[in-house]
C-alpha cells in the first residue's frame, strides 16, 4: 500500500531527498531558513546503485536484521527492506569486514568506501516536522516475559512475521521452533495507559485496530484453525468503519475479546508455550495455554526525535510529543514550522496522512507569494509525425546487472529481436534505467528514426513512466513504447533453467513486437482548470478550508446554509483542554469574512450542477430571495458537517432532567453544576447499536469533560458514567484520568443488558449491573445525560444533484480510507469535517487544512492533461444494453437522453477498461489497450509454436 | 456483599474509608484512579477466597460500601505480597488499603492467633512471638554450634555470635527455628561462614516475626521497629539482615 506513495516522491520533479541525514540547526525567520544538515556517509552512492543488489549477494558479513526485529540476518551491505526509496544499498560499516568483493562486483561503480560525514546547508522558508514514531520496548516489563521467551513477541515484531518481506517470508512462525502456533494471545496497553511501569499515561490510539487486524491476518495466513484472544481493558475501535471491523473479527471470524488483564506470562519449558492467568469479571481465576504471545506495544517519540527538537526550539509535552493548541493542531511552538504524524499525538495512518496534507497546507500557505519559483519544469519539445510511417521499431534489452543477464542469455535475446518484422535497431545495456542509457536511448532513437520503442527489462509498473519520459523527451509521443518483463516475470523465476528462461525472454519479447507494431501516437487531451474553490459548508471546516485557500490567493466562494458561519459548533463551549469554542468561531468567521478572495454566501442552497474536475458549474439559491447564481468553480470542497442524534433511548423527552451531552454543555455554561447532587451518563446512545453500527468517537471524551466541569465546579456533585468501552484515546486518556481521580465512577454495562431508566418524580433512577461487583446497582440521580452519538447532516438533496457518494451510514465516501483521506473518489473533489466522519474540533481543522492543501493541488496548475487512455463508446453499434454502466466503480458512463446514446466522459473516466471488457457486444475500446493491442500479443505468442 | 440492589447517588455520603486512607497515603495512594483492569487479581494469591479478590474489594471501597467492608474477611487473607501494586497500570497502593483496613477493625475482633502471637512478642526483651527467653535462645544457639563444629569438621572454626560488637551484620530471626526446627538455622550461617563475612545475632530484639504488623496493630509494631533498631545501633552493627 505504501509502495506507490514512496515511489511517487521519489519520482517527484519536486522533491528531492535527502537521505541517511540529521538536522543539526536551523537559523533565520519564516519563510527563510537555513538548515545546516548532517549527511552520514551510506558507502554507496545512490545516484549510481540501481538497486540490482549484486552486493548484497556476495557481501560475506552478516549483521542483525533491525528491520524484521532480528528474527533473520542481512548482510552489512544491505537495503533495509524491498520497497525503499530511494531503491539504492548501503553499507553497514559497524559490520563490514572491509573485504571489498561489493566493490569488485559492483558493475555500477557506485561503492565509495572513503566517504566521509558531510555538513551541508540548504535554504527553505518553512519546515514540517515528522520523526515518526518507536514502538514501546517492554523489555523492562519483566512480568511479561519478552526477551526471556522466545514466543512472546511485540506486535511490531509480529507485523515483520506476518509479512511477505518479513523474516519468515509470510508464514507465521513462531522463534522458538519455527512451528505455526495454534493458539496467540495479544496483550493490549502494553507501554500505554501505565502511570506505573513506563509513565506513558497516554493511550497510543492504533493498538486496539492493529491487533485485530493482526489476528485476522494470522487467522488467514494459518492453515486450520487458530485461537485468537486479545487480552484488553476497553476496545478503542473509534475510527471511520472501525467498529464494524471490530464485530467482524468477533462475530464472523470468532477473534476472543477478553476483558482482563494478564499479571504475568510463564513459559512451559518444555513447549515453549505460554501460560496467561487472569481473573474474569466475575472474579474467576482462569489460565489458559498459547502457542505466542504478543504484545500490543504502544507508540513513543524516539529519543532522537526529543533531540531534534531541542536543537531546533520546539517544546514538548510531558510524553515528548510536540505541544499544540486545540485550535492549531499542525503548528509547533516554533513559527514557520509544522508538524504531522505521531510527533503531534498518538494516530493513525489515516489521521497521519491527513495532518501531514495540513502541515503542507501550512507550509505552503507562508510560501504562496513564490509558488512556481525554485521548481524544476521539464521542456518537452514538439511531437514528431509518425503519420503514415511503417512501424520502425528499435529494441532495447537490459542486463539490469546480472540480474537478467546473468540467467538470461542477452546477447542471444537481443539477435533474436533483430530478426523479428519492423525491428531496425536493437541494443543492449547493463541497465536500461540508468540516467546515461537515457541519453543514449534518445539518440538512437534520433540517429535511427525510431518511431516505436521497447525495453525488455523489469516492470511497467514501476519504469514505464519513466521510459515514456524519455520517448516524450525527442519527441516520440509516449504512447509508442512498450515493455517486455523479462525480469520480474522471468530471470527471477526461473534462475535455475536459464536456457528456457532464455527462450522465454525471446517469447516476451516477440509479443512486445508484435503489440508495438500496432500502437499509434494518442494525444492527451488539456483542458483548462478554473481556479476557484467552491466549499460547501460553513462551520469549522468550510471555514477554515476557504480561508486557508484564501490566504493562497485561490478565490473562493463559500456556501452556507444557514443564516450565519459556524455550524454545529455554535452550540459547544469548550474543547476538553479549555479551548474556548465560541471565541474561536468569532475570531474564525470575521477572519473568513475580512478575507478579500473569500465570497461567503449564506442561506444558500445548491440547486443545479454539471461539469468535471477543473471545470465545475454549479447553480446556486442564494438569500431570502433565492435568487438564482451560476458559478464557475475548479473543485468543491464538501464540509456539510453533522449534528447530535436525537436520542429515542433512555425517556429521553419524558422529563427535562433527561438531557444529551450538548445539553448539559449549556446547563453547566449556564447555571452550573451547584445545586446537582448526582448526575448519571450514559455513553453509547445511537452508536455501536443495531441502526447505528459505527461509534461516534467524540462522546466518550464529551462525557469526560463535562464530568470534569461539574466536578470542578462542585466537587461534592457524584457522577456515574455508565459505558461499553472508554474510548478517550491519544492524549484524552489524561483527562479519564483526571475524572477517575476526582472521584467519578465510571460502570461498564454490555449491550444486551443496557441500564433501566426511571423517572420517579423529581428524581431519576437508573438501575445497572456494577461490572466489577457483578451486582445490580441503583443510582438516583437529579440529572441523566445521554451521550449522543453524532449524525451526518441531511444532505440526500445535494448529494443526488452532486452525485456524491455517501456510506450506508451517510457520511460521505473518501477515495481511499488510508492513503487519500480528504479526496472524494470524483477528481477535483474533497472532503472534510464531519461530512466525512464524527471528529473532534481539533481533527476537523487539520483535515480542513489538508482538503485546502488537496485541492491547492489542483488549483496551482494551468492546465490539466487528461491521460489517453480512456474508453470509447462505438455509439453505432453499441445496444445500449446498460452493462457498463453496471460495471463502471466510478459510476462514469451515462445514458444521454437527449441523443439517447451512452456517453463517457473523458474527463471523468479512469482508464480501468472494466467496461471494456464487460461490453458483450465489444462496442467500447480502451485507448492503449484496444482489442487488437492485446489479441496480436497472443496471436505473436503462438505464432512462436508453443 | 449487599443484598439486593446497591443504592447509589443522592446527596454525597460525609466522608468514606477510602476518603480517609487517602489522606494518610502519599498520592492517596492513587486509589481513586482504577481502571477495573483486573492485573491485580490475576495475579493475588487471595483472588477467589471468600469470593472477594483485590480488584471487588477496591471497587467497593470506591462505591462507599464501608459496612461491607469492615464486615469483610477478605482482606486478613492479604498476604502483604505486593504483587497487585507491582504491575498495576495506575499503581493504586492496595496493599496500603488493606493494612489501613484491618487497622479499623477494633483490635478484639481482628485474627486471635495473630493477634496473640503480637502480644506474646510485646511481652518479653526478646520480641518472640513464641515467648522463647534470652537465655533458651543463647542456649540453643551454642547448643547447635557445638554439635555441627565436632560433626562438620569442615566448619569447626564456624561462629554463631551474640552480640558481637562491631559486627557488620545484625542477623534476626524468626523464633520458630530456634523453638521447633533448630537444624534449620545452620545453613544460613554456613553460608555466612563460608562468605566469611562478620555478623552477630542480638540476645534481645532478635526474633523476626511480623505479627504486629499482620494484625494492624501500628503502635507496637513501632515499639517492635525501635527496639530492634536500638539493639541494632547498641552492637555497633552496620546492616540489619532481615530474614523474613
Redesign the interface.
Given at each position: 500500500m505504501i509502495s506507490p506513495k514512496l515511489v511517487e516522491v521519489g519520482r517527484h520533479n519536486n522533491i528531492e531527498l535527502i537521505t541517511n541525514s540529521e538536522v543539526k540547526g536551523v537559523d533565520g525567520e519564516p519563510g527563510n531558513f537555513t538548515v545546516t544538515l548532517q549527511n552520514n556517509p551510506r558507502y554507496i552512492n545512490p545516484k549510481k546503485c540501481t538497486g540490482c543488489g549484486d552486493c548484497a549477494k556476495r557481501c560475506p558479513a552478516s549483521a542483525v536484521n533491525i528491520i524484521n526485529k532480528g528474527y533473520n540476518d542481512r548482510r552489512a551491505t544491505y537495503i533495509e527492506y524491498a520497497q525503499a526509496v530511494p531503491l539504492a544499498f548501503a553499507i553497514d560499516m559497524d559490520a563490514c569486514i572491509g573485504c571489498g568483493l561489493c566493490e569488485n562486483v559492483c558493475l555500477a561503480k557506485a561503492i565509495s568506501y572513503s566517504d566521509k560525514v558531510k555538513a551541508t546547508e540548504v535554504t527553505v522558508g518553512s519546515m514540517i516536522l515528522a520523526p515518526g514514531t518507536k514502538a514501546y520496548d517492554p523489555s523492562q516489563l519483566d512480568?511479561l516475559g519478552y526477551g526471556k521467551y522466545p514466543n512472546v513477541v511485540t506486535a511490531d515484531g509480529f507485523e515483520r512475521i506476518l509479512s511477505a518481506g518479513g523474516p519468515y517470508f509470510g508464514h507465521v512462525m513462531r522463534p522458538l521452533d519455527r512451528q505455526e502456533p495454534k493458539s496467540i494471545a495479544w496483550l493490549q496497553?502494553v507501554g500505554s495507559?501505565?502511570?506505573?511501569?513506563c509513565g506513558n499515561g497516554y493511550c497510543s490510539s492504533v493498538c486496539c485496530m492493529y491487533a485485530t487486524k493482526e489476528a485476522m491476518i494470522a487467522k488467514e495466513h494459518i492453515h486450520g484453525d487458530l485461537d485468537c484472544a486479545i487480552f484488553n481493558?476497553d476496545m478503542r475501535t473509534f475510527g471511520k468503519d472501525y467498529e464494524k471491523y471490530f464485530l467482524r473479527a468477533r462475530d464472523k471470524a470468532g477473534v476472543r475479546f477478553v476483558?482482563?488483564?494478564?499479571?504475568?506470562v510463564t513459559e512451559n519449558r518444555e513447549t515453549g508455550d505460554l501460560n496467561v492467568?487472569?481473573?474474569?469479571?466475575s472474579?474467576?481465576?482462569k489460565e489458559e495455554t498459547f502457542s505466542m504471545v504478543v504484545l500490543s506495544v504502544g507508540l513513543t517519540i524516539p529519543d532522537t526525535a526529543v533531540e531534534l527538537a531541542k536543537r531546533l526550539n520546539i517544546d514538548l509535552d510531558r510524553y515528548n510529543f510536540s505541544k499544540s493548541e486545540p485550535f492549531a493542531p499542525v503548528e509547533t511552538s516554533r513559527k514557520g514550522i509544522y508538524t504531522c504524524g505521531v510527533f503531534q499525538g498518538p494516530k493513525d495512518i489515516p489521521g497521519s496522512v491527513t495532518e501531514a496534507c495540513a502541515a503542507a497546507c501550512l507550509a505552503g500557505s507562508e510560501l504562496s507569494g513564490s509558488r512556481g519559483k525554485d521548481i524544476e519544469v521539464v521542456q518537452i519539445p514538439k511531437q514528431i509525425d509518425v503519420t503514415g510511417q511503417d512501424p520502425r521499431i528499435g529494441v532495447f534489452v537490459c542486463n539490469c546487472g546480472i540480474n537478467i543477464g546473468g540467467i538470461v542469455n542477452v546477447p542471444a535475446v537481443q539477435k533474436y529481436a533483430e530478426s523479428l518484422p519492423y525491428v531496425v535497431f536493437t541494443d543492449s545495456n547493463l541497465f536500461t534505467c540508468s540516467q546515461d542509457t537515457q541519453e543514449k536511448i534518445k539518440e538512437k532513437i534520433i540517429e535511427h528514426k525510431l518511431n516505436r520503442v521497447i525495453v525488455a527489462s523489469c516492470s511497467p509498473k514501476t519504469h514505464e513512466a519513466m521510459f515514456m519520459e524519455t520517448l516524450e523527451a525527442c519527441g516520440l509521443n509516449r504512447y509508442l513504447f512498450e515493455m517486455a518483463n523479462i525480469r520480474n516475470q522471468n530471470s527471477w523465476i526461473h534462475s535455475k533453467s536459464p536456457e528456457l528462461a532464455t527462450q522465454k525472454a525471446k517469447d516476451l519479447v516477440r509479443m512486445a513486437v508484435g503489440r508495438a507494431a500496432t500502437l499509434y501516437p494518442m494525444q492527451e487531451k488539456r483542458i483548462p482548470v478554473n481556479h476557484r474553490a467552491m466549499v460547501i459548508g460553513g462551520g469549522i471546516a468550510g471555514m477554515n478550508a476557504a480561508l486557508n485557500l484564501g490566504k493562497q490567493n485561490f478565490e473562493v466562494v463559500l456556501i452556507e446554509k444557514e443564516p450565519e458561519l459556524g455550524g454545529f459548533a455554535r452550540k459547544l463551549h469548550h474543547t476538553i483542554e479549555g479551548g474556548d469554542i465560541q471565541e474561536y468561531i468569532r475570531k474564525l468567521s470575521a477572519e473568513v469574512m475580512a478575507n478579500d478572495k473569500v465570497e461567503v454566501l449564506l442561506d444558500t442552497e445548491v440547486t443545479g450542477f454539471g461539469g468535471y474536475k477543473g471545470n465545475f458549474k454549479t447553480d446556486v439559491a442564494v438569500g431570502k430571495g433565492r435568487e438564482t447564481r451560476n458559478i464557475e468553480h475548479g473543485v468543491i470542497v464538501v464540509a456539510t458537517g453533522a449534528v447530535e442524534y436525537k436520542p429515542k433511548e433512555y425517556g429521553y423527552g419524558e422529563s427535562d432532567k433527561i438531557i444529551t451531552q450538548v445539553e448539559l454543555g449549556d446547563l453547566l455554561e449556564g447555571k452550573g453544576a451547584k445545586d446537582l447532587?448526582?448526575v448519571?451518563m450514559i455513553q453509547c446512545v445511537g452508536s455501536r447499536n443495531e441502526s447505528m453500527q459505527e461509534c461516534s468517537r467524540i462522546c466518550c471524551q464529551n462525557a469526560v469533560k463535562n464530568a470534569l466541569v461539574i466536578k470542578k465546579q462542585n466537587p461534592?456533585?457524584?457522577v456515574?458514567i455508565l459505558y461499553r468501552d472508554i474510548r478517550t484515546y491519544g492524549l484524552m486518556e489524561d483527562y479519564y484520568?483526571e475524572a477517575?481521580?476526582?472521584?467519578v465512577?465510571?460502570m461498564?454495562f454490555n449491550s444486551d443488558d443496557p441500564p433501566e431508566v426511571k423517572v420517579e418524580g423529581d428524581h431519576i433512577s437508573?438501575?445497572t449491573t456494577?461490572?466489577?461487583?457483578q451486582?445490580?446497582?441503583?443510582?438516583?440521580?437529579d440529572l441523566l445525560t445521554l451521550s449522543a452519538g453524532m449524525r451526518p447532516s441531511d444532505t440526500k438533496k445535494l448529494s443526488g444533484i452532486m452525485k456524491l457518494n455517501s456510506n450506508q451510514e451517510g457520511y460521505y465516501m473518501e477515495a481511499h480510507v488510508k492513503l487519500r483521506p480528504v479526496d472524494m473518489p470524483g477528481e477535483g473533489i474533497f472532503l472534510c469535517g464531519t461530512a466525512h466522519g464524527p471528529k473532534l474540533i481539533t481533527e476537523t481543522i487539520s483535515q480542513a487544512q489538508a482538503a485546502a492543501s488537496r485541492a491547492v493541488t489542483f488549483l496551482a496548475k494551468p492546465e490539466i492533461k487528461l491521460s489517453a487512455i480512456t474508453a470509447k463508446v462505438d455509439t453505432q453499434h453499441c445496444v445500449k444494453c446498460l452493462t457498463c454502466l453496471r460495471t463502471c466503480p466510478f459510476n462514469v458512463p451515462a445514458f444521454n437522453t437527449e441523443t439517447k446514446v451512452i456517453a463517457i466522459d473523458e474527463a471523468m473516466c479512469h482508464g480501468c477498461g472494466a467496461c471494456a471488457g464487460a461490453c458483450p457486444r465489444q462496442t467500447i475500446q480502451l485507448g492503449f489497450y484496444n482489442d487488437e493491442q492485446i489479441t496480436c500479443k497472443i496471436d505473436a505468442l503462438l505464432a512462436g509454436g508453443m | 456483599?449487599?443484598e439486593?440492589?446497591?443504592?447509589?447517588?443522592?446527596?454525597?455520603k460525609k466522608s468514606t474509608i477510602m476518603d480517609m486512607v487517602k489522606e494518610i497515603l502519599p498520592d492517596g495512594g492513587n486509589l481513586?484512579?482504577?481502571?477495573?483492569?483486573?492485573?491485580?487479581?490475576?495475579?493475588?494469591p487471595a483472588?477467589?477466597l471468600e469470593?472477594?479478590?483485590a480488584?471487588?474489594f477496591l471497587?467497593?471501597a470506591?462505591?462507599g460500601m464501608d459496612e461491607e467492608i469492615m464486615k469483610s474477611n477478605w482482606p486478613w487473607m492479604c498476604t502483604m505480597c505486593q504483587?497487585c501494586?507491582?504491575?498495576?497500570?495506575?499503581?493504586i497502593d492496595i496493599p496500603q488499603l488493606i493494612f489501613n483496613i484491618r487497622s479499623r477493625r477494633p483490635r478484639d475482633q481482628r485474627p486471635k492467633g495473630i493477634v496473640a502471637s503480637c502480644d506474646m512478642a510485646m511481652k518479653g526483651e526478646t520480641l518472640s512471638a513464641m515467648g522463647t527467653s534470652v537465655e533458651d535462645f543463647q542456649f540453643v544457639v551454642e547448643d547447635v554450634l557445638g554439635e555441627y563444629q565436632e560433626a562438620q569438621p569442615e566448619f569447626a572454626d564456624m561462629e554463631a555470635p551474640i552480640d558481637k560488637k562491631g559486627a557488620e551484620f545484625f542477623l534476626n530471626q524468626n523464633s520458630r527455628e530456634p523453638v521447633t526446627e533448630p537444624d534449620e538455622m545452620v545453613p544460613l550461617w554456613k553460608i555466612l561462614h563460608t562468605a566469611g563475612v562478620s555478623w552477630t545475632y542480638g540476645s534481645k530484639a532478635w526474633a523476626a516475626e511480623n505479627y504486629c504488623l499482620f494484625i494492624a496493630d501500628t503502635e507496637n509494631w513501632k515499639k517492635m521497629l525501635h527496639q530492634q533498631a536500638d539493639m541494632v545501633h547498641e552492637l555497633g552493627c552496620k546492616t540489619y539482615l532481615n530474614t523474613e
Open positions: 512480568y496497553c495507559r501505565d502511570t506505573n511501569r481493558m476483558k482482563a488483564r494478564v499479571h504475568t492467568r487472569y481473573a474474569t469479571d472474579g474467576e481465576m447532587e448526582t448519571v461534592d456533585t457524584q456515574f484520568k477517575r481521580g476526582l472521584g465512577i465510571f461498564r437508573v438501575i456494577d461490572h466489577v461487583l451486582q445490580k446497582v441503583e443510582i438516583l440521580a | 456483599m449487599a439486593g440492589a446497591i443504592k447509589l447517588g443522592g446527596k454525597k481513586n484512579a482504577c481502571l477495573t483492569c483486573g492485573a491485580c487479581s490475576s495475579g493475588c483472588t477467589g469470593g472477594m479478590d480488584r471487588k471497587r467497593m470506591a462505591l504483587r501494586i507491582y504491575v498495576c497500570p495506575m499503581k
